[in-house]
């Protein structure tokens, strides 16, 4: 009988009975749970539980009748100590799966917290000697309170009950027959077929970087699918495609016509990207009925935007092919690996060499190894970094062999194709949903590629006058600050402290107190930089040290390390207080007799906010050498839960 070992975060109240047992099962939250796994054909029989950390955590969130809402994650100090119980479990069950729940399990078996990143993706796991198979879950909390995840938890739990039947097999991707386009009669015979036949078709661009209007940016490879399990790879702009410039310049033109087809449905994944960049590369214009499985798995699953959209993600999800990028992940990682290696043996040799010479100019030149250092003037060798030319990125798939390549390419038109067949068995149910996947979002994705590729002009010349001018404001508020009597008196503090370890520091070392001995360095620099706004702890140790001023204890006003820590009125201190805009203005409003000092701190924040967040960083994006002198951002149709449209990601 196979054997599951389902490692829960830690105990919750609900599941200790009257006589002190712990029985998950009997729980609401294990009676839920328990249904996904009874669906596929799962006993009880088939699961040991157990417990990252074997306690009761202490409560985060109370109700008044004492009803336990939420629990603080136990810190590595309490539950390292009793890990030795969840391994002694491993070992004593040794399960065929192990299914970790939550941030802490993930953490230890895959080296990854979020649910999101780590869930239908099996992994292994060694412990004396012996390779486990990893499977995360959503925890039964997080199922029971999201309705949201009930479809991806019963995907993962499918694929679970599999690798109990069929074992290994289940875990691997159920991949089709993908073929490499290398002759441009091949390209014609194709789409000849797609314009005659016009089959529901899944296309998608490799390219070498995710900012189509940087000089340089090119489409690698087009690919195509048109049934399940089949892919085609058309090589373009590759630095290994066979085909001339003119014959990439045709094949553009036959994808131009299908794209522009309106009787002819295609399908992409997160396509408003393809679109953009075959806008601004290309210059195609027209792309109608292209419809969007990112689309289709908002409306239909979820609108959380915390929750994965990847179409790798999307395909264990949906699909038995979980698993296809693999062989592609692989290479980038050996790549990256190998290039470090080769770089470090380079920057050894050269050190070497350097080595060598200085000590025949030494010799020869009757000077010390120094003066010969001196008077060469060499530069030390240094690891350098892999650098996509385009973006400036840290890597680029025209680095990838077109034989690693394709299989990749084809896949993912072949998964959204699998992905597009399924969304729309439980579309086409719902009026709404299908004008919505058929109609209203290929027209507004288009239009909001159209929208990203021309762009949002600035004035040049009047940013740079905008940051000359911000820049002004932000010197004269710092030196009013400077001047400020409050904040000399904090200057004043940091040169007793200077002193005071200057004064322990020139005792003997067994006789310094070692941590008032580290203020001579501290406050030495703190010294000689001044007061600092952009500073929090400057600012901290100002208002609510110095000045004693104490904001109401409430999250608008506490930092998020002091909300983790859950202080209250009586363990708070003042270095859990915001220095933001909104704090500052309630001491302004609450505290008159600092109102020249928060109005003062209130003008730098501002100035130095507007300067940085929008003068200075669009300035760089139009500045950068290979920039158009635009700002493209993604304007994203499923970015929100209320169905409006957001903006991210703002490039050159």
Same mark, same amino acid.
């Given at each position: 009988?196979?054997?599951?070992?389902?490692?829960?975060?830690?105990?919750?109240?609900?599941?200790?009975?009257?006589?002190?047992?712990?029985?998950?099962?009997?729980?609401?939250?294990?009676?839920?749970?328990?249904?996904?796994?009874?669906?596929?054909?799962?006993?009880?029989?088939?699961?040991?539980?157990?417990?990252?950390?074997?306690?009761?955590?202490?409560?985060?969130?109370?109700?008044?009748?004492?009803?336990?809402?939420?629990?603080?994650?136990?810190?590595?100090?309490?539950?390292?100590?009793?890990?030795?119980?969840?391994?002694?479990?491993? =070992?004593?069950?040794?399960?065929?799966?192990?299914?970790?729940?939550?941030?802490?399990?993930?953490?230890?078996?895959?080296?990854?917290?979020?649910?999101? =990143?780590?869930?239908?993706?099996?992994?292994?796991?060694?412990?004396?000697?012996?390779?486990?198979?990893?499977?995360?879950?959503?925890?039964?909390?997080?199922?029971?309170?999201?309705?949201?995840?009930?479809?991806?938890?019963?995907?993962?739990?499918?694929?679970?009950?599999?690798?109990?039947?069929?074992?290994?097999?289940?875990?691997?991707?159920?991949?089709?027959?993908?073929?490499?386009?290398?002759?441009?009669?091949?390209?014609?015979?194709?789409?000849?077929?797609?314009?005659?036949?016009?089959?529901?078709?899944?296309?998608?661009?490799?390219?070498?970087?995710?900012?189509?209007?940087?000089?340089?940016?090119?489409?690698?490879?087009?690919?195509?699918?048109?049934?399940?399990?089949?892919?085609?790879?058309?090589?373009?702009?590759?630095?290994?495609?066979?085909?001339?410039?003119?014959?990439?310049?045709?094949?553009?033109?036959?994808?131009?016509?299908?794209?522009?087809?309106?009787?002819?449905?295609?399908?992409?994944?997160?396509?408003?990207? =393809?679109?953009?960049?075959?806008?601004?590369?290309?210059?195609?214009?027209?792309?109608?009925?292209?419809?969007?499985?990112?689309?289709?798995?908002?409306?239909?699953?979820?609108?959380?935007?915390?929750?994965?959209?990847?179409?790798? /993600?999307?395909?264990?999800?949906?699909? /038995?092919?979980?698993?296809?990028?693999?062989?592609?992940?692989?290479?980038?990682?050996?790549?990256?690996?190998?290039?470090?290696?080769?770089?470090?043996?380079?920057?050894?040799?050269?050190?070497?060499?350097?080595?060598?010479?200085?000590?025949?100019?030494?010799?020869?030149?009757?000077?010390?190894?120094?003066?010969?250092? &001196?008077?060469?003037?060499?530069?030390?060798?240094?690891?350098?970094?892999?650098?996509?030319?385009?973006?400036?990125?840290?890597?680029?798939?025209?680095?990838?062999?077109?034989?690693?390549?394709?299989?990749?390419?084809?896949?993912?038109?072949?998964?959204?194709?699998?992905?597009?067949?399924?969304?729309?068995?439980?579309?086409?149910?719902?009026?709404?949903?299908?004008?919505?996947?058929?109609?209203?979002?290929?027209?507004?994705?288009?239009?909001?590629?159209?929208?990203?590729?021309?762009?949002?002009?600035?004035?040049?010349?009047?940013?740079?006058?905008?940051?000359?001018?911000?820049?002004?404001?932000?010197?004269?508020?710092?030196?009013?600050?400077?001047?400020?009597?409050?904040?000399?008196?904090?200057?004043?503090?940091?040169?007793?402290?200077?002193?005071?370890?200057?004064?322990?520091?020139?005792?003997?070392?067994? &006789?310094?107190?070692?941590?008032?001995?580290?203020?001579?360095?501290?406050?030495?620099?703190?010294?000689?930089?001044?007061?600092?706004?952009?500073?929090?702890?400057?600012?901290?140790?100002?208002?609510?040290?110095?000045?004693?001023?104490?904001?109401?204890?409430?999250?608008?006003?506490?930092?998020?390390?002091?909300?983790?820590?859950?202080?209250?009125?009586?363990?708070?201190?003042?270095? /859990?207080?915001?220095?933001?805009?909104?704090?500052?203005?309630?001491?302004?409003?609450?505290?008159?007799?600092?109102?020249?000092?928060?109005?003062?701190?209130?003008?730098?924040?501002?100035?130095?906010?507007?300067?940085?967040?929008?003068?200075?960083?669009?300035?760089?994006?139009?500045?950068?050498?290979?920039? =158009?002198?635009?700002?493209?951002?993604?304007?994203?149709?499923?970015?929100?839960?209320?169905?409006?449209?957001?903006?991210?990601?703002?490039?050159?």
């Amino acid at each position: 009988m196979k054997k599951i070992l389902l490692v829960l975060e830690y105990v919750r109240q609900g599941y200790v009975k009257k006589d002190n047992n712990v029985d998950f099962w009997s729980s609401e939250e294990g009676k839920n749970y328990f249904n996904y796994f009874k669906e596929v054909g799962i006993s009880k029989r088939n699961i040991e539980v157990a417990y990252f950390y074997p306690q009761i955590p202490e409560p985060k969130k109370v109700s008044n009748r004492g009803q336990v809402f939420s629990y603080k994650t136990p810190p590595k100090k309490e539950w390292e100590p009793l890990l030795h119980k969840l391994e002694e479990k491993i =070992d004593a069950v040794q399960p065929d799966i192990i299914i970790p729940t939550g941030a802490l399990g993930n953490s230890y078996f895959t080296g990854k917290s979020a649910v999101k =990143d780590v869930r239908g993706k099996p992994t292994e796991f060694e412990r004396n000697k012996i390779n486990y198979a990893v499977i995360p879950l959503y925890g039964p909390t997080a199922i029971l309170v999201n309705a949201n995840l009930a479809n991806s938890m019963r995907s993962d739990v499918s694929l679970i009950g599999s690798f109990l039947v069929e074992g290994e097999k289940a875990l691997e991707p159920k991949i089709g027959k993908y073929e490499p386009v290398t002759t441009i009669e091949r390209v014609r015979e194709i789409f000849n077929y797609l314009k005659t036949d016009k089959p529901v078709t899944a296309w998608d661009l490799e390219t070498n970087t995710l900012e189509p209007n940087l000089k340089g940016a090119k489409a690698l490879v087009a690919s195509l699918s048109w049934e399940e399990g089949q892919g085609v790879t058309i090589y373009l702009d590759h630095k290994e495609t066979p085909f001339t410039k003119e014959e990439v310049a045709e094949i553009l033109s036959y994808l131009k016509e299908v794209l522009a087809d309106e009787t002819h449905i295609k399908v992409t994944h997160n396509g408003k990207y =393809d679109m953009h960049f075959l806008m601004a590369v290309y210059g195609f214009k027209t792309f109608k009925n292209v419809r969007d499985t990112m689309v289709g798995y908002w409306l239909t699953v979820t609108q959380e935007k915390e929750d994965s959209f990847r179409l790798t /993600d999307l395909t264990f999800y949906y699909t /038995d092919m979980g698993g296809y990028d693999d062989a592609l992940e692989d290479y980038k990682k050996k790549y990256i690996s190998e290039f470090k290696e080769k770089e470090k043996e380079r920057v050894a040799r050269e050190k070497e060499e350097q080595k060598e010479l200085k000590m025949a100019y030494a010799k020869e030149h009757g000077v010390t190894q120094k003066v010969a250092t &001196e008077r060469l003037n060499l530069e030390t060798p240094t690891v350098r970094k892999l650098v996509n030319e385009v973006d400036g990125s840290n890597f680029n798939y025209e680095w990838i062999p077109l034989d690693i390549l394709y299989p990749y390419a084809s896949g993912d038109t072949d998964a959204t194709l699998r992905i597009y067949n399924k969304q729309m068995k439980v579309i086409e149910q719902n009026e709404k949903w299908n004008y919505l996947m058929t109609d209203f979002y290929p027209r507004l994705n288009a239009s909001l590629a159209t929208m990203q590729n021309n762009g949002l002009h600035f004035d040049r010349q009047y940013l740079e006058d905008s940051k000359e001018k911000y820049e002004a404001e932000i010197e004269k508020y710092s030196k009013l600050l400077q001047d400020d009597i409050h904040v000399q008196e904090v200057v004043d503090d940091w040169q007793a402290m200077y002193e005071r370890g200057l004064e322990e520091f020139q005792l003997p070392p067994k &006789e310094r107190d070692q941590e008032i001995a580290k203020w001579k360095n501290k406050y030495k620099k703190k010294l000689e930089e001044g007061f600092k706004p952009s500073s929090s702890n400057d600012k901290q140790y100002l208002l609510y040290y110095k000045l004693g001023i104490r904001p109401p204890v409430e999250k608008t006003y506490l930092t998020n390390g002091a909300q983790d820590k859950n202080v209250n009125e009586d363990t708070v201190t003042w270095e /859990d207080f915001k220095t933001n805009e909104e704090t500052v203005q309630w001491i302004m409003n609450n505290h008159p007799e600092y109102e020249e000092l928060c109005g003062t701190l209130l003008m730098w924040i501002k100035a130095n906010t507007i300067n940085n967040s929008f003068v200075t960083k669009y300035l760089d994006m139009i500045g950068r050498e290979n920039s =158009d002198g635009f700002v493209h951002p993604s304007f994203n149709s499923t970015g929100t839960a209320t169905s409006r449209l957001s903006s991210s990601n703002p490039k050159q």
